[in-house]
């Protein structure tokens, strides 16, 4: 398979590159200190098509394809990993999710201000007892009239801080566990659901993470996205996306961390020569590179399966895992490269690698990743 980017996916990247590096790196230190969500740079990347990068014109998107929104958002990525995840959630996992999935009403609503950056949307699928094993939903969805009351908490909601709209998940038949899943569009002002318990983590911390708390919240049947029972099926399906977008911002956090660690080899001098000189360092620049590369042509492989309208589970689970992973490895060898001034509490290699370990966790830890592989493999 080709997977060498086409000039104008290259051109899309070029203006997300520009858009990182004067509008996001300056700010990356800052958000990560404060843990604040960037709301104006979410705005802002809006109005550059960042929140909608597949999405048709037509629905207020920018109208690139997978490749282009993967190499974006290692762009970003590079700049500052929260920026890239929250708008790998409102691209991935709620704008595409409404554009395959919602009615035209639903879409109507909500799709081309998401893609626009005017609202912001959620994913809120983990609970207390269902992370990996997504399917233990304790969240229930009871039929109650014209709609369902939504009973239960939800945990780890990226975005929730500052979110319009969330896709909630529900069980409408818990003894069916993945079969009696529903997927609900819901206004983060419907009344009923508290946003509670910001969350406080080690990196990625300007990601406005929180806790939902439903209290018999009503939803009108016409806000159930797909059928009753679908929902799992959907959430996996937006997974599938989420996965690659997570490849590409593992990426870009790995290639920052690979950009310190070579400029530091080439200034810092020990034994009267740069340690760049030595093989010892060599070595490790080499594996960080080398492991980057090969995780990068996954992740552009999985983005053009994508691109050529294919669902991808294998590709988008092969892509995460090399990536985060490779770039797990790339910023602790940084580590190790840049020694004690890597070590440093506000040091750019210190976030890095405290923001990179996330992306082995969230959308499916690496252990989830080995198993769809492993299913694949194994026929
Ligand atoms: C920064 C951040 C942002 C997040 N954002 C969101 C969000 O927006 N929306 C959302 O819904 N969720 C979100 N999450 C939650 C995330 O998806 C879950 O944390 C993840 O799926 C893992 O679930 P868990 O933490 O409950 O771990 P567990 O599922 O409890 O896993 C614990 C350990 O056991 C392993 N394990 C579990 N089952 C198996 C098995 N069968 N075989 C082998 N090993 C196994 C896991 O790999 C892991 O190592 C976020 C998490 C983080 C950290």
């Known amino acids: 398979m080709k997977v060498q980017p086409t000039e104008r996916q290259h051109a899309f990247a070029a203006r997300a590159r520009q858009f990182a590096a004067e509008h996001v790196a300056p700010r990356a230190a800052a958000i990560d200190e404060q843990g604040a969500f960037p709301r104006d740079l979410i705005a802002q990347a809006g109005t550059l098509g960042l929140m909608g990068v597949t999405l048709p014109e037509a629905w207020g998107g920018a109208g690139e394809d997978d490749v282009a929104y993967v190499l974006a958002l290692e762009a970003v990525a590079h700049a500052s990993a929260t920026v890239a995840v929250i708008l790998s959630v409102n691209n991935s996992l709620v704008a595409e999710t409404l554009l395959r999935h919602g009615t035209d009403a639903q879409r ?37 009239g014209v709609g369902y009351r939504l009973r239960g908490s939800k945990v780890w909601v990226a975005n929730a801080e500052a979110a319009d709209v969330a896709i909630v998940f529900a069980a409408t038949r818990p003894d069916l566990r993945a ?56 959430a996996m399906e937006a997974l599938d996306g989420g996965r690659v977008a997570i490849a590409a911002q593992a990426l870009g956090v790995g290639e920052a ?9 080439k200034r810092r001098v020990a034994f009267g020569q740069p340690i760049a000189q030595y093989q010892a360092i060599q070595f490790m620049l080499a594996d960080m590179a ?28 092969m892509a995460k895992l090399a990536a985060s992973e490779a770039a797990h490895a790339a910023a602790d ?47």
Not at 114 to 139: H, V, W
Not at 202 to 231: E, H, N
Not at 257 to 262: S, T
Not at 339 to 357: K, N, P, W
């Open 290 to 317: 080398t492991g980057l590369e090969a995780a990068r042509m996954l992740t552009w492989q999985a983005a053009t399966t994508r691109a050529r309208g294919l669902r991808g589970t294998l590709e988008a689970s």
């Open 179 to 234: 079969r009696g899943i529903s997927a609900f569009l819901l206004p983060m002002d419907a009344p009923g659901l508290v946003r509670r318990n910001r969350t406080d983590s080690l990196g990625v911390r300007g990601l406005g993470c929180m806790d939902l708390r439903l209290d018999d919240v009503f939803v009108d049947a016409s806000q159930l996205i797909g059928q009753p029972g679908q929902g799992f099926g959907i």
């Open 257 to 265: 961390a690979l950009q310190e660690a070579l400029g530091y080899a």
């Open 333 to 379: 060898r940084a580590m190790q490269i840049l020694a004690s001034e890597g070590y440093r509490r506000g040091s750019t290699v210190e976030r890095l690698f405290r923001d990179v370990r996330a992306t082995e966790i969230y959308q499916g830890t690496s252990e989830v990743q080995r198993m769809i592989i492993a299913d694949a493999v194994l026929g």
């Open 108 to 144: 109507d609503q909500w799709l081309r201000r998401l893609a626009r950056g005017e609202a912001i949307g959620a994913f809120a699928l983990s609970e207390e007892q269902a992370g990996s094993d997504a399917a233990n939903q304790q969240t229930t969805a009871t039929a109650d």
